[in-house]
């Protein structure tokens, strides 16, 4: 059965922390992605990335960063957390081309 | 420009109430058209991956068909289980690894 993991479900922090959300994938998918989903705005794309350590800019990557070291896992940074950056994050791997599969999503909330 | 819209925004109905949910695309070069599901608080669960025009896929209550500029989402004699939001999605030759998602449709069931 595919799984993704994602290193938390729920988070708070303060405004100009650093965040780290870490998302794991146990299906040897090249493709993963990062995107927030807020009310009204549905799915948006963060950055993806197509092999070990590439990656590309999505719709919305100001104030994101992403590292790929591994196949599995893909990491989502936050430099300087923010408020308008508090939502839900959700991971998502595939192969290329073809459905994805999502984690069971991070809500953020920046205070 | 790749483009999904989905309508409605939000569906009541009774429970064994049959209906349908629409999905327009307009893509260039369709490599697959996706349809997911997603309860609240959760990541989107893959339903469906229809490839090409007059193809049709089933699972329980659901059937998704496909047209060269829309897909629907056929729910037959629903329970209140399957309250929900519907997520369409597509994958295109200009998009790279890209998927364009939909706002979603909203399902509500009651008993």
């Known amino acids: 059965d595919v799984k993704v993991t994602q290193s938390s479900r729920y988070l708070v922090k303060r405004t100009g922390e650093k965040v780290f959300l870490e998302c794991v994938q146990d299906?040897?998918?090249?493709?993963m992605f990062w995107y927030r989903q807020d009310p009204g705005l549905g799915l948006r794309l963060i950055y993806f990335?197509?092999?070990?350590?590439?990656?590309e800019k999505g719709d919305i990557p100001e104030g994101y960063s992403v590292s790929r070291e591994k196949k599995e896992r893909f990491s989502l940074i936050l430099e300087s957390a923010s408020t308008n950056q508090t939502s839900m994050y959700l991971c998502?791997?595939?192969?290329?081309?073809?459905?994805?599969?999502f984690g069971p999503g991070t809500r953020l909330t920046v205070l | 420009e790749d483009q999904v819209t989905q309508s409605p925004e939000a569906l009541r109905l009774q429970e064994g109430e049959s209906s349908s949910l629409n999905c327009s695309y307009t893509?260039?070069?369709?490599?697959?058209l996706f349809w997911y599901r997603q309860d609240p608080g959760k990541g989107p669960e893959f339903l469906f991956t229809?490839?090409?025009a007059g193809e049709e896929k089933e699972k329980e209550r659901l059937k998704a068909t496909l047209t060269k500029k829309e897909s629907f989402l056929h729910i037959t004699a629903p329970k209140p289980e399957d309250s929900a939001t519907y997520l369409c999605?597509?994958?295109?030759?200009?998009?790279?690894?890209?998927?364009?998602f939909g706002a979603g449709t909203r399902l509500f069931v009651k008993a």
């Open positions: 893509v260039s070069g369709l490599r697959g």
């Open positions: 990335s197509y092999d070990v350590k590439m990656k």
């Open positions: 998502a791997s595939s192969l290329p081309h073809v459905e994805q599969f």
């Open positions: 999605a597509v994958s295109g030759n200009t998009g790279g690894f890209k998927t364009i």
């Open positions: 229809l490839y090409s």
């Open positions: 299906m040897d998918h090249e493709n």
